[in-house]
């Protein structure tokens, strides 16, 4: 019987990995992982709607207003919202787009031009569609008038502020502005007042008065 001497060193033949080939493996394993992330990454569709503006159309209308818009949204192929919000808020509710006039050349209606105060509702800056028939005739008179200039004469009625009132009627009186300058009408030629309260048209403390005294009058 063979004796097997403990005291004899066993001659292990354990391959060791150098560091730096174990490094090397390990990152190009990262490397690989990292690109196959991406990849995946590439075959997911992109948002359609990413980056989209709630109330679209704020683009300037070709000629007439489409008045394709929803009544809370904005008009397809009309104008940017010609309003500075209502009642003081931040937030800058559409005017109804309506069907358009003018052909998309720059005509307008000629017999519209004899209309020149626009109405407004209680505490708002919205044109309502026929009003913004009547702004784009004007506006579009004065682009071919250059040596004419207009102002925008903004009104609230009697309720609230003296201050709030005058902030409302500028408002107004820019809102309307907003036609005109799309149209083509800046500068020296297009200019606007508010004059809150101070100048009613109507004398009076009750609902018909205050109808008659929230306005823009378009003075050339």
Same mark, same amino acid.
């Given at each position: 019987m063979k004796m097997i001497n403990v005291n004899k060193p066993i001659n292990s033949s354990i391959n060791t990995v150098p560091v730096s080939s174990a490094i090397r493996f390990l990152s190009l394993l990262l490397l690989g992982l990292t690109l196959s992330a991406c990849s995946s990454n590439q075959n997911v569709p992109a948002d359609a709607n990413a980056g989209a503006v709630t109330g679209g159309g704020v683009q300037q209308g070709q000629g007439g207003q489409s008045g394709a818009g929803h &009544?809370?949204?904005?008009?397809? =192929?009309?104008?940017?919202?010609?309003?500075?919000g209502a009642g003081g808020s931040n937030k800058?509710? &559409?005017y109804n787009a309506g069907? =358009?006039?003018g052909n998309g050349n720059g005509s307008y209606d000629a017999s519209l031009l004899n209309k020149k105060v626009i109405y407004f509702d209680y505490d708002s800056t919205r044109i309502n569609p026929d009003d913004l028939k009547v702004i784009t005739a004007h506006a579009r008179y004065l682009a071919k008038q250059s040596g004419r200039s207009v102002r925008l004469e903004g009104h609230a009625d009697e309720r609230g502020s003296r201050e709030y009132n005058v902030a409302l009627s500028v408002r107004r009186a820019e809102a309307v502005a907003r036609v005109f300058r799309l149209e083509g009408s800046s500068g020296t030629?297009?200019?606007t007042i508010g004059y809150g309260e101070e100048v009613p048209a109507v004398l009076g403390h009750?609902?018909?008065?205050?109808?008659?005294n929230r306005r823009v009058e378009i003075k050339y």
């Open positions: &009544p809370n949204a904005g008009a397809g =192929g009309g104008y940017p919202y010609p309003n500075a800058v509710p &559409p069907s =358009g006039s030629r297009l200019k009750n609902s018909a008065s205050w109808d008659k």
